[in-house]
C-alpha cells in the first residue's frame, strides 16, 4: 500500500469533525493514500449515497485532481465540491468549468461547513455564474480554538508515515497560512 502524510489531511479531518458534530455522517477516503483512482472511489462513493463529495484540489496536483473530478462527477449524483487554496481566477475558473463541480471553497470554511453544504451561507465559497466566478466574502477563523478536533478515527493510520519518524507516528497542525506571508 502507498504511504502518505498525514499533514495535508488536517483540514479534511477537521470538516469532517465539525459535520459530525451536527449529527451529519462523515467519511474520508484519501485517494493519495488509498492510491485509488476516480473509478474505484466512485465505487465506493456509490454505496455510501453521500449527499456530497468535498475533493480537496491543490496546484501541484492539478491536472490529476481534475481527471479525479471528472471522473467522479459520473459516478456522484449529489453534490461535487472542490476544497483548495488556489485563489487565482484562470486556474479556478479551470476546475470549475472542466470538472463541473458544484462550487469550490476556497477559504477556510471548518466553522460553516454545515451552512455551506446545505446552500445558507456563501462565505469561503465561489461559484460560476454565467461562465464567471462570483465569490462569497473572504472567511477566515479569527480564533483557532474554535476548530474541532480532527476526526483522525476516521482514517486508517497505518497507511501514513512521516519518514523521517518511522511508520507509527502522526502530525498535528499548530498554525496556519504561509510562514512567508506575515
Not at 477566515?140 to 486508517?156: C, E, G, S, W
Amino acid at each position: 500500500s502507498h504511504r502518505s502524510s498525514l499533514g495535508r489531511m488536517t483540514r479534511a479531518l477537521e470538516i469532517a469533525a465539525r459535520l459530525e458534530s451536527h449529527g451529519i455522517q462523515a467519511v474520508i477516503c484519501d485517494a493519495v493514500a488509498d492510491d485509488a483512482s476516480a473509478g474505484a472511489a466512485g465505487s465506493w462513493i456509490r454505496p455510501e449515497a453521500p449527499d456530497a463529495v468535498i475533493v480537496n484540489v491543490g496546484l501541484p496536483s492539478l491536472p490529476s485532481d481534475i481527471q479525479f473530478l471528472q471522473g467522479l462527477r459520473g459516478r456522484h449524483h449529489g453534490q461535487l465540491v472542490a476544497k483548495t487554496g488556489i485563489t487565482y481566477e484562470p486556474i479556478l475558473h479551470r476546475i470549475m468549468a472542466e470538472t463541473s463541480v458544484d462550487f469550490c471553497i476556497v477559504g477556510e470554511c471548518e466553522t460553516s461547513i454545515e451552512g455551506i453544504l446545505a446552500g445558507h451561507e456563501t462565505a469561503g465559497t465561489a461559484r460560476m455564474d454565467a461562465g464567471r466566478i462570483v465569490w462569497g466574502e473572504k472567511r477566515i477563523v479569527a480564533d483557532l480554538d474554535t476548530l474541532p478536533i480532527p476526526a483522525r478515527h476516521l482514517l486508517q493510520n497505518d497507511l501514513y508515515v512521516y519518514s523521517l519518524l518511522g511508520p507509527r507516528t502522526t502530525s498535528m497542525q499548530t498554525s496556519r497560512g504561509c510562514v512567508f506571508r506575515g
